[in-house]
Each structure stands twice: as C-alpha cells, then as structure tokens.
C-alpha cells in the first residue's frame, strides 16, 4: 500500500456520497485495503487518506459505492443516489436504500467533539477489540492525532462496518455506521 504525508483538511469538507458505478472512474491512493466475501457479496474496503470507499457488489453490472471524503464527486459516479454536503452541521445524517430487491443499505453519522494526543488514546477510547477485521491508518500532524479507521462484523443476516474519521483542527470525529442486510 501506499504511504502519504498528512494535508491539512477540514470536517466542514467531508461529504457522503454514495452512488452506482461500474467501478470507481478516478483513481485514488489507497492506504489500506481489505476485500471481504459475504455471503456472495464482495465488499471492498479502501483508506484512502482522511477518507474511505466501499464497493458493494452483489453481482449485478453496477456497484453500490459509498465514499466518505473531501472530494468533488462530478468525475466520479454514473448515478449518483444520495449526496450530503458538510456532514458536521448533519448531526446524525440517515440514509436508508433497498437495492437489487434483496438487500437492504442503511448509514448513519455522528459527531464526536474529542481532541485526540495518540493511538494507544483513540484505541483505548472507540475501537471495538471484538469486531471481525479492522482496517487504520494514522497520520501525523501538527495539529495532534488524525486517523482514519473503518470496523468490519459481519453475522449471518446483517453485515456491519463503523468508521471514524478524525480531524484533529477542528477537534472533531465523525463516526459512521454502515450495514447490509439480507432480506426474504
């Protein structure tokens, strides 16, 4: 995987996207990968800075995509489903999608005001030591501690994944909570 050096962003930047596609059209550097089958669905999990994607695909020509990041979508997605700007002022943004006739796609936020000095204090604080597969990447910065980190539990029926994205100038957290679930 990649490395990359710290850039200095902001949460009022952080935007949820989430759209159908092919494939990801824009090539991004991923820090961290982890792809999982579920069930017959592969879920492709990447880091991509103070950001993260994940494909779902269910076999169908197109991909659900969700992508967390502070990047301009116009180049990115065929159709794109849902598109909330400044997640911050969102306080507990909900979306909720049944897709392919089977499954059904639900996604939540949150904000956390925290100030983070380390890993072993993130760590210590939300990680989750039971979850199946666990994905972080840290960053140093002037401003204290950044990371990105993305939480995976997947059950019979019901297929979890939480992230935090940390943004250590504003002393914010934004928290996800993203799940998949069979219905029928």
């Known amino acids: 995987m990649n490395k990359v050096r710290y850039k200095k962003l902001s949460v009022l930047g952080l935007e949820y996207k989430l759209f159908l596609s092919p494939d990801l059209n824009c090539k991004f550097n991923v820090l961290k990968n982890r792809v999982i089958n579920w069930q017959g669905i592969i879920l ?4 991509i800075g103070l950001s993260h994607f994940v494909k779902i695909d269910t076999g169908a020509k197109n991909k659900l995509i969700e992508l967390l990041a502070c990047v301009d979508s116009k180049d ?3 159709e794109v489903l849902v598109q909330q700007k400044n997640l911050i002022v969102c306080c507990n943004y909900r979306y909720n999608k049944r897709f392919n006739s089977f499954y059904k796609y639900s996604f939540i936020t949150e904000t ?3 100030c983070l000095r380390n890993a072993w204090e993130f760590g210590d604080k939300y990680t989750d030591k039971g979850c199946g597969f666990y994905l972080e990447y840290v960053f140093p910065s002037p401003d204290g501690f950044a ?5 995976i539990t997947g059950k019979e029926d019901k297929f979890c994944w939480i992230t935090y994205h940390s943004y250590p100038a504003d002393k914010k957290i934004i928290k996800t909570r993203s799940i998949i679930e069979k219905e029928g």
């Open 44 to 47: 492709d999990f990447s880091i």
């Open 76 to 78: 990115i997605a065929d």
């Open 112 to 114: 956390i005001d925290d």
């Open 147 to 151: 990371v990105t980190s993305i939480e």
